[in-house]
């Protein structure tokens, strides 16, 4: 038995749910490529909508090649069915395409705790771990295609960081 079985429980649905809650369920979706970052704060949750019954939540990928996508429509799904709600859509949308202005300030702080440069430019870039101004790119694709890979010129450390789209 689910906890929404529970007897003195309500049954959560894709008719009962709020935009509220709706939206806090997709927003809780963690990237399957940045473990610490949600969807959310990466800025790729355009917009969750309840309408006549249905969810339909609309994402948009860092780069139009993203092979984590389609992971990240099975979890958002899968999101919703913990809590008894089936049938989510999820849609993506390319236009406007994503931006690095659109990580959220606390995934940007979440990104450099964990070794990743939000910079929104490469003039703009400095090394997550020492602040230096100075790093070098050594390979134009990282650990995933949406980032690069660059080395500190100060403390030496390798580290990736989102490249401007």
Do not use: N
Not at 129 to 146: E, H, K, L, N, V
Request: glycine share 8%; proline share 7%.
């Amino acid at each position: 038995m689910g906890a929404a079985e529970l007897p003195g429980s309500e049954m959560v649905t894709a008719a009962t749910i709020s935009i509220v809650t709706a939206r806090k369920v997709a927003a809780s979706v963690v990237d399957p490529e940045i473990p610490v970052l949600t969807i959310d704060d990466l800025g790729i949750l355009r917009s969750v909508v309840v309408d006549e019954g249905r969810v339909i939540v609309t994402i948009t990928p860092t780069y139009s090649g993203c092979p984590a996508m389609g992971q990240m429509e099975d979890d958002i799904v899968t999101a919703f069915e913990r809590i008894g709600v089936e049938g989510v859509e999820v849609v993506t949308v390319h236009f406007p395409a994503w931006s690095t202005d659109w990580i959220s300030e606390d995934g940007q702080r979440k990104l450099r705790q964990f070794g990743i440069a939000p910079a929104v430019s490469e003039q703009d870039l400095t090394c997550p771990r020492c602040d230096a101004s100075t790093p070098t790119m050594i390979a134009r694709f990282g650990s995933t295609a949406c980032k690069a890979l660059m080395v500190c010129s100060s403390c030496g450390e390798p580290f990736d960081f989102f490249k401007p789209f």
